[in-house]
């Protein structure tokens, strides 16, 4: 089964660019899309967007404008990039695969505080 | 896009049922067959229970059963036992390629 390791910046000032990044293991980044969810403090889950094998996005229209989701097929990587963020964007950040209409693998979680 | 209405916490005794409901709009839950579920231990990722309203994944116990009626979806958890103890948050495909979740029940093995 695919397994995900996630990795980034960890503190940010406001303002500044969130870029994480997502490994996929034991699986290609052609056998499914691939999202990214995010958790603030004692919060819910929010879908941050996706993207698919192909470089095809979605984003949550919420952060649309701010969000991008990319995918390095020569690494087997997919990557986050937010700017300008806010302490509103603090948060635990999921990678995960996308298996049909859910999100079937998840990443450990990247914790990401937004802080002057 | 608003979060899917769930209660905050639901408690049972080990071996009996509790059922988690989700409600949202005919844009969302009522509008397609394509709820999650997913259970979170404190401190951890969440993990996928229920897909397809009613599909489980391999390795997920049967206890976990899911359902749906008009805007509503449910959670069933039968045979409660003490690992089962959890938040639970549900998923739904929303239309216009999003997705929104739950606001999140906590599950409390009394």
């Known amino acids: 089964q695919v397994q995900l390791q996630q990795w980034g910046e960890g503190l940010l000032k406001p303002s500044e660019t969130l870029s994480l990044t997502c490994g996929i293991f034991?699986?290609?980044?052609?056998?499914?899309?691939w999202s990214w969810i995010r958790q603030p403090p004692g919060q819910g889950l929010e879908w941050i967007g996706e993207?698919?094998?192909?470089?095809?996005?979605k984003y949550n229209p919420s952060l649309r404008g701010r969000v991008t989701i990319s995918i390095d097929t020569s690494t087997n990587q997919f990557s986050l990039k937010l700017s300008s963020v806010t302490a509103a964007d603090t948060a635990v950040y999921y990678c995960?695969?996308?298996?049909?209409?859910?999100?079937?693998?998840w990443g450990k979680g990247t914790t990401v505080t937004v802080s002057s | 896009q608003s979060a899917l209405t769930q209660p905050r916490s639901v408690s049972g005794s080990p071996g009996q049922s509790v059922t988690i409901s989700c409600t949202g709009t005919?844009?969302?839950?009522?509008?397609?067959?394509?709820v999650s579920w997913y259970q979170q231990h404190p401190n951890k990722a969440p993990k996928l229970m229920v897909y397809?309203?009613?599909e489980r994944p391999s390795g997920v116990p049967d206890r976990f059963s899911g359902s749906k009626s008009g805007n509503t979806a449910s959670l069933t958890i039968s045979g409660l036992q003490a690992e089962d103890e959890a938040d639970y948050y549900c998923?739904?495909?929303?239309?216009?390629?999003?997705?929104?979740f739950g606001t999140g029940a906590r599950v409390t093995v009394l």
């Open positions: 995960a695969s996308q298996k049909g209409y859910y999100m079937d693998v």
């Open positions: 034991g699986g290609s980044f052609r056998d499914y899309h």
């Open positions: 993207i698919s094998p192909r470089g095809d996005t």
């Open positions: 005919s844009s969302d839950v009522g509008g397609y067959n394509y």
């Open positions: 397809d309203v009613s």
């Open positions: 998923c739904s495909y929303a239309g216009t390629d999003s997705y929104v």
